[in-house]
């Protein structure tokens, strides 16, 4: 059977994905399901899954679909049966620890990750009120805490379930693996306590190093840029403007703050041709580069998406170490298929979910894309390349993107991965130099890079381009018509006429861009009212956004990231109220705001929030009307 790992890891992954937002029953019922999948097929072969004449075509090809069957229904077993066990030993347990005013005995397991005011730590438990705990946790804090990164710290502090009050960020961080969060409780009268830790631990000099690159990031470079080469370097995103990050949110380049295949390829490989060149031993140099992996895996703290890319590289070396081609898909699957075991609850963050897609797309789709683009359309390979590299990750991203981000993504992501993306790889290799060899040229040169960065993105980001944003209905006709697409191309194939793989794609790609483009067009007038909370509200339509009390900022923003708005055309404090006014310095620091109205300063007065949309403030009131709608905020 070709490609197994391919077959296991994409599999689990897919099953998992979905369980992920089902209720908990659905679990037991997969597992029905795949069991009872699993003994058909294995009724179904007539011999083992080693064939024992594996020359003869007939019998390979008769044998190979039960082989599939019965591995991907063992494989779904599988995932089904770790996530029960997650869920029994860690997710579960670890709820039941919810209090407050207990004494937390941990260790701290990461730097300081400053954010919206606050520092926030990961904690490993290992007391809590006396009894012994093993738990993963976040402390925030308001001022920094003064330890060392695997030092101890006991504090009196209350715990509580993150995400609690709101279902989408409780998803986000069931899938990230951290279901509780604590802080000091009577931070005054009861400070923490840190005790140093005299035995050695491997990601301490790591941490330090990451800690040293931030600063010397920080004291080298301007503001932004410094922010833009922490993001890239190391993940840290806690520097980057509100300005900056909407601009790449619109262009749909975000993804290049998450650190992934694109940036360990291109550090990897670009060390492997430097020792090569140098004429260093091939096996030195292949071994020296998988060392590097494995080190940058853990300086930007193992996540998801750079373990995934991480696993993938150390495949293709070993390869290169024996001589002998590694299989992208297949390494793929095996990456996915660790991952998922280490914790299943994963394969619901939707960055896990984009990163495989993309990549994906791009083993399956990039190079039969590129060959026609030059050669029959006579494109010069530079344009060639990243337009297939785009097309073929976009391929598989759309519909994850179209299901679960409610503003979609822009039209935008096409030009923008044209321009952006051949100058992530240059950008961080200029930054990374300079942080250990300062030489102003050099800074210079990677300064540049980061403003032409900027500036194009926040350019492209002006256009307001078009975006693709799907409904249940659009989406549901456009995968009924890829599936009818993807089985009338099996059909094809099996009857020995197959089609071309490149039509197949460029038909699905169709669909998905229609079921993607018709809702956001024909919904394209429509004005949405998004409540963020007690007295505040959001109302959208489009690009432009209106913000109608202030008592939520983090939740006015993170509607805004969604729906990809990058300023506010008016923001109304209704009344003096702390309900009402609560976030607006926050609102008013981060956010561009064209009109701000104050009912402090005045009262009973009609404003425009944009051409077809009228309001009127009066006695702490906020009265609305378009098309002969009439809509009253109290």
Same mark, same amino acid.
């Given at each position: 059977?070709?490609?197994p790992f ?11 994905a ?8 659905a679990?037991?019922?997969a597992l ?27 019998q390979?090809?008769d ?11 063992a494989a779904?077993l ?10 029994a030993?860690?997710y ?11 004494e937390v ?8 990750d ?6 926030y730590?990961?904690l490993?438990?290992?007391e ?14 308001p001022?920094?805490?003064y ?6 710290i006991v504090?009196?502090g209350?715990?509580?379930l993150?995400?609690?009050d709101?279902p989408?960020m409780?998803q986000v961080?069931?899938?990230r693996?951290?279901y ?5 409780h009577r931070?005054?009268?009861e400070?923490?306590?840190v005790i ?14 990451q ?16 922010a ?12 980057i403007?509100w ?10 380049k ?7 295949g ?20 091939d096996?030195?140099a292949?071994?020296?580069c998988?060392?590097?992996?494995l ?8 996540t998801n ?23 992208a ?10 991952l998922l ?8 963050h939707?960055g896990l ?13 990039a ?8 050669k ?6 530079? $344009? #060639?390349?990243?337009l297939a590299?785009?097309t =073929? !990750?976009? %391929? +598989?991203?759309l519909?994850?993107?179209l299901?679960?981000? &409610?503003?979609g ?5 096409f030009p ?9 790889g240059?950008a961080?290799i ?17 300064t540049?890079?980061a ?13 307001g ?5 799907g409904?249940?209905q659009?989406?549901? $006709? #456009?995968f009924g018509?890829?599936?009818?697409? =993807? !089985?009338f %191309? +099996?059909i ?7 089609v &071309? ?9 169709v ?9 956001g ?6 004005i949405?009212v998004t409540?963020?909370?007690e ?5 959208s339509?489009g690009?432009?956004?209106?913000l109608?009390?202030?008592?939520d900022a983090?939740?006015?923003k993170?509607?805004?990231q969604?729906?990809g ?6 923001m109304v ?12 310095p926050e ?9 701000l109205?104050?009912?402090a300063?005045t ?8 051409d ?11 009265i ?6 009439v809509?009253?905020?109290?």
């Open positions: 059977m070709p490609r391919a077959i296991i890891g994409y599999t689990m992954l897919l099953t998992l979905v369980l992920f937002f089902l209720p908990e029953w679990v037991f019922v029905g399901g795949f069991s009872l999948a699993l003994v058909i097929a294995l009724v179904t072969t007539n011999s083992s899954f080693t064939l024992r004449n594996a020359s003869k075509r007939a390979r090809s044998q190979a679909p039960p082989q599939v069957v019965a591995t991907s229904a779904g599988i995932a089904c049966l770790l996530l029960v066990l997650q869920l030993t860690a579960y347990p670890a709820l039941e620890h919810t209090a407050q005013g207990v005995r941990a260790t701290i397991t990461s730097n300081a400053a954010r919206f005011g606050r520092y730590y990961q490993r438990t290992h809590i009120d006396g009894q012994a705990v093993n738990l993963r946790m976040r402390l925030s804090s001022v920094p805490v330890a060392e990164a695997y030092d101890d504090f009196t209350n715990i509580f993150l995400g609690g709101d989408d409780l961080h069931r899938a693996g951290v509780l969060g604590t802080f000091m931070w005054v009268d400070p923490y306590q140093p830790r005299d035995s050695f631990h491997p990601m301490r000099p790591i941490l330090r190093l800690r040293h690159m931030q600063r010397q990031l920080t004291t080298l470079y301007p503001g932004e840029e410094s833009l080469f922490r993001a890239m370097l190391l993940g840290d995103q806690s520097g403007s300005a900056t990050g909407a601009d790449f949110r619109v262009t749909g975000w993804h290049i703050f998450s650190v992934s694109l940036h360990m390829s291109v550090l990897a490989w670009t060390l492997l041709k430097v020792l090569r060149a140098l004429r260093v031993n096996k030195l292949v071994c020296s998988a060392a590097f992996v080190f940058f895996m853990a300086l930007t703290g193992f998406s750079c373990v995934r890319a991480g696993i993938m590289m150390l495949i293709m070396l070993a390869g290169e170490l024996f001589n002998r081609r590694a299989d898909l297949n390494s793929l699957g095996f990456a996915a298929m660790v075991a280490i914790d299943p609850l994963s394969a619901g939707i979910q984009l990163s495989f897609a993309a990549t994906l797309g791009i083993v399956l789709f190079n039969r894309m590129a060959k026609p683009l030059h029959q359309l006579r494109l010069p390979k530079l $344009f #060639a390349e990243p590299v785009t =073929a !990750a976009l %391929a +598989l991203t519909p994850i993107t299901l679960r981000l &409610p503003g993504t822009s039209l935008l992501s923008a991965n044209m321009v952006l993306t051949p100058l992530v240059p961080m200029l930054s990374g130099i300079s942080v250990f060899i300062p030489w102003p040229p050099l800074m210079w040169l990677a540049q890079l403003r032409f960065m900027m500036w194009s993105t926040n350019w492209m980001a002006g256009l381009a078009p975006r693709l944003q409904d249940m659009s989406l549901a $006709f #456009a018509m890829c599936a009818v697409i =993807a !089985a %191309a +099996l094809m194939r099996w009857r020995k006429q197959p &071309p793989l490149r039509y197949t794609t460029l038909a699905v790609a669909f998905m861009m229609i079921g993607g483009w018709l809702p067009h024909l919904a394209r007038h429509e949405h409540q963020l909370g007295g505040s509200y959001l109302v339509q690009y432009r956004a209106a109608l009390g202030a008592g983090r939740a006015a993170r509607e805004m969604l729906r708005q990058r300023e506010l055309q008016v404090l209704p009344t003096t109220q702390r309900e009402h006014t609560a976030g607006a609102m008013q620091r981060d956010v561009p705001i064209a009109l109205i104050d009912a300063l009262d009973n007065v009609r404003f425009n929030l944009w077809d949309l009228t309001g009127i403030l009066h006695d702490g009131r906020i609305l009307e378009w098309d002969g709608r809509l009253v905020f109290e």
